[in-house]
């Protein structure tokens, strides 16, 4: 996946700005390319929970636009790694790129959650649109 | 017609389309039609019969669990949303999570009546009290459930657990050793689901405890106090052998009770937190440190799980020294990484900090429970979590001398008493 120092600066602003709690969002993609982060409302406001939440109508004009989506979200604290909530919870979005941010660490992530576990989806500068 | 909007996560299920047609007057009967022209989107979109947890159905921009659920009425030419549910939102209901965090929106829980909040208990971390910068301790406040402290989960799990197997027919008479919190649990499970409760416990068990049991209709057998805890163990245990019409739940034995930790502090623990290096409970029964710790030990397969352990002949209310001669069998020791040893005078301290300092208003087995948890975080590194499982609220004790002793009085003043 490739992500600019835009979007990707745009996610980490995000969850700085929403500490103590989680941020959530989605990342547009065209093909590999991160295009676009929509920050989205974390319902659950936690410093352990999220719960994605954007404006239906919205979200279902996204849908229709030729891009795909990836669910973002921040840890307070700990690596930027899925943990067991994330996994047990990926309900209809299994298979699908899936980041989260640290807050802490400053750092960046791209998984792709299954059944059976997650792997790593490694995650480009695009230089030429930093 | 009502036009329904296809999120891309679920188009392979309708040949690619962004939108279809169904009709029906509700929100039910548009998704059954849906369904019967593209049966595909039914496993993805219904678990027995309701709407899939994982999905949100929303018509004219609000989410209808809002509204009506399912019965919600449409009107021709709306049109429906199918959106994805975001993964790390609203924990399942077999975790032992709470309505309000489980619901799809910020709102007071609704029960049907007090059961229904057990469990679920908050994580408050203890910023004050954590003794190094970058590692985090953080307190499960098990004072929150309906009768104060965390016995709540155990007893609605053991009868739950007797029900189900038919072991206790409607009615029975129930009785159960304790000098404290499981009785008044007990009790309140016993009151609400119809069946008589005695309880054993020592003569010198706490007035408070006495009298709440008494309220709630509980028939009272006391021990002598110089046997203690020990003593209305086998007391309870003679009368439940020479009279057959007895059901004795009895904690220190029953598999509900570390299940009751598995199912719902461990996992609840477990939802919440993405990282535990350390676990900590006091060593009563073993129930919760067996439940919680093989829960987290899934989650976290390096997590440390510590028992606060009285010193032996120094009994802190609440907990057991092993060495003073029970073990439980549903304890296996074998399962406790750690095993510290913590003072009465220890416990009053820390229990003492805990309300200075952080403004928690803990039990004395609590206080316990802190003061190992505040030495394991010491041993960490940055970035170190540690959860310390408060099994009570400080009320029950409030009668106790130890509040307001000078440090080097309370071993004396806690003496003459039994606690749990």
């Keep these: ?130 | 017609m009502i036009t329904v909007r296809i999120p891309p996560t679920l188009r392979a299920e309708v040949g690619g389309a962004r939108q279809v047609e169904a009709s029906g007057h509700s929100v039910r009967a548009v998704i059954d039609d849906l369904v019967e022209r593209h049966p595909a989107l039914g496993p993805q979109i219904l678990s027995d019969g309701e709407i899939a947890p994982f999905v949100n159905v929303y018509l004219g921009g609000e989410d209808v669990r809002t509204l009506d659920g399912l019965d919600t009425r449409v009107t021709e030419g709306s049109t429906v949303i199918l959106l994805p549910a975001m993964a790390g939102g609203a924990p399942s209901r077999d975790e032992g999570v709470p309505a309000a965090a489980r619901a799809p929106f910020s709102r007071g829980p609704v029960v049907a009546g007090v059961l229904d909040l057990v469990g679920g208990t908050p994580l408050v971390e203890l910023t004050r009290l954590a003794p190094k910068p970058g590692v985090r301790i953080f307190a499960k406040l098990e004072g929150q459930n309906p009768t104060g402290s965390i016995k709540d989960r155990v007893a609605l799990a053991m009868i739950d657990a007797a029900e189900a197997s038919g072991e206790l027919e409607p009615g029975r008479a129930l009785l159960e050793p304790t000098s404290g919190n499981t009785g008044i649990s007990l009790a309140l499970v016993a009151s609400l689901r119809g069946y008589p409760l005695t309880c054993v416990l020592p003569e010198n068990a706490t007035d408070e405890r006495k009298r709440l049991l008494r309220l709630y209709g509980t028939e009272l057998i006391l021990s002598p106090a110089a046997e203690g805890s020990n003593g209305a163990v086998r007391l309870a245990l003679e009368l439940a052998e020479s009279d057959p019409r007895w059901f004795v739940p009895f904690q220190y034995a029953n598999p509900a009770n570390p299940r009751a930790h598995y199912d719902g502090t461990g996992a609840e623990i477990a939802a919440a937190l993405d990282r535990v290096d350390v676990v900590v409970a006091g060593l009563g029964t073993g129930g919760t440190l067996m439940g919680v710790g093989e829960r987290l030990r899934e989650s976290f397969p390096d997590v440390v799980v510590a028992a606060a352990e009285p010193l032996p002949g120094d009994p802190v209310m609440g907990l057991r020294s092993l060495d003073d001669g029970y073990v439980p069998p549903i304890l296996d020791v074998s399962r406790l990484d750690r095993k510290l040893l913590v003072s009465n005078e220890e416990s009053v301290v820390a229990v003492r900090q805990l309300l200075a300092a952080e403004g928690i208003f803990a039990g004395v087995s609590s206080g316990a429970v802190v003061h190992v948890a505040r030495r394991l975080a010491g041993e960490l590194d940055e970035g170190g979590v540690v959860v310390a499982i408060l099994a009570d609220g400080g009320w029950k004790y409030l009668s106790a001398d130890f509040w307001e002793s000078p440090d080097e009085g309370v071993a004396e003043s806690m003496e003459q008493t039994v606690w749990w």
């Design chain 1, 1 to 130: 996946m490739v992500i600019s120092a835009a979007v990707r600066g745009a996610i980490a602003a995000h969850a700085r700005a929403e500490l103590p709690n989680e941020a959530c969002g989605l990342l547009l993609l065209e093909g590999d390319v991160a295009v676009e982060y929509v920050p989205a409302e974390n319902a659950s406001p936690s410093p352990f929970y999220f719960e994605l939440r954007l404006d239906p109508v919205v979200w279902a004009e996204i849908g229709d636009r030729d891009v795909e989506q990836a669910v973002v979200h921040s840890h307070v604290s700990s690596a930027p790694r899925p943990s067991r909530t994330d996994v047990e919870r990926i309900g209809l979005w299994r298979d699908q790129p899936y980041l989260v941010y640290s807050v802490r660490l400053d750092e960046l992530a791209a998984w792709q959650i299954g059944d059976t576990g997650f792997v790593s989806i490694p995650l480009t500068r695009d230089t030429h649109n930093a």
